[in-house]
């Protein structure tokens, strides 16, 4: 008969990362994602970061009621989504590159941060992307913007 002994110490991982104050490693914060320019747009999903205990900040993202063979742009952002539409592109380096590695770009190409998030033919997106630095807790949400000119934000998820 075979036992599971990995129950006890995975709970008490996810007990201890419960603990952990916002802003510091190991932290993970999720939202789900609403509507924002285009408020009759039936959208939804969600966002998850994690400051990694090694330095590092992972997002990722599943995107639902999108136009199937779309791609859309997907970054994290510096306010909340009530707070100014999710602010600015959140930045390591203020004032800098607005392109990782300075910013954390979401792509559904795992080797391409700057190729956005594709939906498939269920109109579902996801995507990943990580950066080389732990974001501050003025990373607060992740936007999802329709390419082109003006870049039209159409979803956004707080990270709480």
Request: glycine letters at 14%; proline letters at 8%.
């Amino acid at each position: 008969m075979r036992r599971a002994y990995f129950a006890g110490p995975l709970i008490a991982a996810v007990i201890g990362l419960a603990a952990v104050p916002a802003g510091a490693a190991g932290q993970a914060t999720r939202g789900t994602f609403g509507p924002l320019d285009i408020p009759d747009l039936d959208v939804g999903g969600h966002a998850t970061m994690v400051r990694t205990a090694d330095g590092r900040t992972k997002a990722s993202v599943r995107v639902e009621g999108l136009e199937p063979g779309a791609t859309y742009l997907s970054h994290v952002h510096n306010q909340a989504c009530d707070d100014g539409r999710g602010g600015g592109h959140y930045q390591d380096q203020p004032g800098g590159a607005a392109t990782p590695p300075n910013e954390l770009w979401l792509s559904s190409e795992p080797h391409d941060p700057l190729a956005g998030i594709t939906a498939n033919s269920a109109g579902v997106a996801t995507g990943h992307g990580w950066a080389p630095w732990t974001a501050r807790p003025e990373a607060r949400s992740v936007v999802v913007h329709q390419t082109g000119d003006p870049a039209i934000r159409i979803a956004c998820a707080d990270l709480a």
